[in-house]
């Protein structure tokens, strides 16, 4: 079936239409982009159940952006009378009054920027999907997760508890402008497992998740990743700390993806350049990596969680190539950052929600694949590990230093597994460095997109990243 449209987003239609035209008789842009997604979550434990219908993009409200003499302004809403567009209007055009006299009473300098292009473009999408999350009967998906966690207490005794979580969104958002009619409904969906064990004191978890851009048939999967899951946590039971140093390393898919979301990631995101805060701005047609490394960013480059047709400011989906053969080539952009740095934007244009402004966001970052088998690459390597899960991660765009926390790392010596595990590993290392040193890549390739990234510590977004497995080496501690 196909994920139907908002009924009510259909019903603002004529109104915003008519808001426009009544803004644009004194801006010299208006857009309007209105929202209407549905969500549910469900977690289980041995504690507790809570259902709900808040996910990370839950949201419902119109936000308008408009330009006059130069500046741009945006006003939210979650009360938009389609009978009465005259009343937000006036609304708007208050709230703009007022910021405009705060600007002038502080002294504060102020850039000019350019029209946004608003060529004539209609879309009409409405993604394929087997199940939306508000047609969900609830008390089986409830009695499925229960039966999970009760099966993953009883495959170990050191099983302290067994969660069980799963979300789906169905997203409908509706862009309009003068030119510009863009719908799109789509439904995307995440779940996972995480084992919480104990012994002699110490407490481990394992987690293994999945995600698609499906609807909750994708929860049919979650039970394959329970094994999964107890088995990671009572391997990290019995694994040692790392002896600090530089290693030969290989990366799994997901901590590949890591490295793509965290080396290439804010760091190429060009409001960053705007700001001068991206040491990527100096680096463009230069060599960041070896000619292994080629790297693709945009909501089509993948089919996954942030798979769209278009951004939040109207501009079709894209498939970036980052880095081609180990050269940066471009970053992604915004459309008020296109203009100010001559450029293009890349459909990277994102909000949290309608009531928070634009940025420039990640999509679907993710390493091209090559041809090497892992059984090679583990066969080349003296001494290093072969590093899996994913923790979490940061960047310093200035500076392009990289710190990544990995589950667990597997001992290689002389070409073969050792069978000791250690854990957690944290690489660090300066990105052209770690990615120069790429020097073989599997043919195999994964998309992860359970996560969610924030611009510094807020604006949080869904992303997905990945990759195949990876050759190169860093510093682990």
């Known amino acids: 079936m196909k ?43 041995q504690h507790s159940k809570s259902v709900g219908n808040r996910t990370m993009t839950t949201e419902r409200g119109v936000v308008l952006r408009v330009r006059q003499d130069g500046l741009y302004f945006e006003y939210a809403t979650d009360g938009f ?11 708007l055009r208050a ?3 007022a910021q405009r ?42 009695e499925k997760f229960s039966e999970i966690s009760d099966r993953g207490m009883a495959m170990s005794e050191y099983m302290l508890d067994c969660n069980v979580a799963a979300q789906s969104t169905h997203v409908c958002k509706l862009f309009l402008t003068k030119n510009r009619y863009l719908r799109q409904s789509y439904v995307y969906s995440e779940g996972g497992v995480a084992a919480i064990v104990a ?84 680096y463009i047609g230069k060599r960041v990596g070896s000619e292994l490394v080629t790297m ?34 471009t970053g992604i952009c915004d459309a008020l950052s296109a203009l100010r740095l001559g450029t293009v934007p890349t459909g990277n244009g994102k909000r949290e929600n309608f009531e928070h402004k634009v940025y420039t966001r990640m999509t ?28 979490s991660g940061m960047e310093d765009p200035k500076h392009w230093g990289i710190q990544c926390i990995i589950t667990l790392g597997r001992e290689i010596i002389d070409g073969k597994l050792t069978g000791k595990v250690v854990a957690p590993v944290i690489m660090t290392g300066y990105v052209p460095d770690l990615l120069g040193s790429v020097r073989m890549a599997s043919p195999d390739r994964q998309i992860f997109g359970s996560g969610g990234c924030g611009k510094g510590h807020k604006e949080w977004v869904k992303v997905s990243d990945g990759g195949p497995y990876l050759l190169t080496r860093a510093r682990l501690g």
């Open 3 to 45: 994920a139907p449209f908002s009924k009510y987003l259909d019903s603002l239609t004529g109104g915003l239409r008519t808001l426009i035209d009544l803004l644009s008789e004194d801006h010299d842009y208006v857009s309007a982009l209105a929202t209407d997604s549905k969500g549910l979550v469900v977690r289980i434990s």
């Open 81 to 91: 009378d389609p009978e009465r567009p005259e009343l937000t209007a006036e609304a």
């Open 95 to 97: 709230a703009e009054r």
């Open 101 to 142: 006299a705060a600007v002038e009473a502080t002294g504060t300098a102020v850039y000019e920027t350019g029209i946004i292009p608003d060529e004539p473009w209609e879309l009409f999408v409405e993604r394929e999907t087997e199940y939306l999350p508000e047609d969900c009967e609830i008390s089986g998906l409830v």
């Open 199 to 282: 012994k002699d004191g110490q407490n481990r978890f394992g987690y293994k998740s999945l995600s698609g851009l499906c609807g909750i048939e994708l929860f049919d999967g979650i039970d394959e990743k329970l094994r999964g899951a107890v088995d990671l946590a009572l391997e990290l039971l019995d694994s040692d700390r790392i002896e600090p140093g530089e290693y030969d390393i290989i990366t799994s898919p997901e901590v590949s993806g890591l490295i793509a979301h965290e080396a290439f990631g804010h760091g190429v995101e060009m409001d960053m350049f705007v700001k001068g805060r991206a040491l990527g701005a100096e």
């Open 296 to 329: 693709h960013e945009g909501a089509l480059c993948a089919e996954n969680v942030t798979s769209y047709a278009f951004d939040d400011e109207g501009f079709p989906a894209g498939d970036v190539t980052e880095i081609d053969r180990g050269i940066l080539k």
């Open 364 to 391: 679907n970052t993710v390493f091209d694949s090559g041809s090497d088998s892992l059984e090679d690459m583990i066969a080349s390597v003296k001494r290093g590990y072969l590093l899996e899960g994913m923790d």
